[in-house]
């Protein structure tokens, strides 16, 4: 069962919580990635350094924040394990929907938490929140064709294969995308 915050703020699924993280805390982590005053006082850690060893997708969202910080309910959010309080990955959409109301989501696991099924479980609570907001029509999801666990994750779930595209950093990407009537119908939501 995923639940959220009514604020969006946070997605809670079985073993996971999706935090937001906030404008000024996505500001500080990209800016200075050691300062660890964006912990404070949170139910969270983060021994594996996600998003300071490797930034991610921060270089893309940092400057969409700072220009317009009401963009921010669509990205970074840390995945954390319920159990521990490790964040151990982080997912986040690409930007808003666009006009034809399509969005689109990246999400990365630390390697030691791979094949677990935490990828899934964290695509499956993104996707149940974004549901909700009216403007969302299509989900997107864009992956090599060389990474094979992220195209059977995106297999599970019955996506559309729609093409290729060449992303400027990845290479050439498989485009998939399903409305999102369809996800709630096969996913009972």
């Known amino acids: 069962m995923n639940q959220s915050a009514s604020d969006g703020s946070l997605i809670e699924t079985e073993r996971l919580s999706l935090y937001l993280i906030a404008p000024h805390e996505l500001i500080t982590l990209f800016e200075d990635p050691e300062n660890l005053s964006i912990y404070a006082g949170k139910p969270f850690a983060n021994p594996h350094r996600v998003l300071v060893t490797d930034s991610g997708p921060l270089p893309w969202r940092v400057p969409q924040v700072k220009e317009d910080p009401s963009l921010n309910i669509w990205f970074v ?5 319920k159990e521990s309080g490790e964040i151990i990955g982080s997912a986040s ?20 938490f791979q094949s ?31 990474n094979k666990p992220s ?3 995106i297999e ?18 498989e485009i998939f995308e399903m409305s999102t009537t369809e996800f709630r119908t096969r996913n009972s939501l």
């Open 93 to 112: 959409f690409h930007g808003a929907p666009n006009e034809a109301g399509m969005i689109e989501i990246g999400l990365g696991i630390e390697l030691a």
């Open 151 to 153: 195209m059977r994750i």
């Open 116 to 146: 677990e099924g935490y990828a899934t479980e964290a695509l499956m609570g993104m996707w149940s929140w974004v549901l909700d907001q009216p403007s969302v029509q299509t989900l997107r999801y864009t992956v090599s064709a060389a």
């Open 156 to 173: 599970k779930f019955g996506f559309k294969h729609m093409g290729q595209q060449m992303d400027e950093i990845d290479g050439p990407e």
């Open 77 to 81: 959010r840390w995945i954390v394990l």
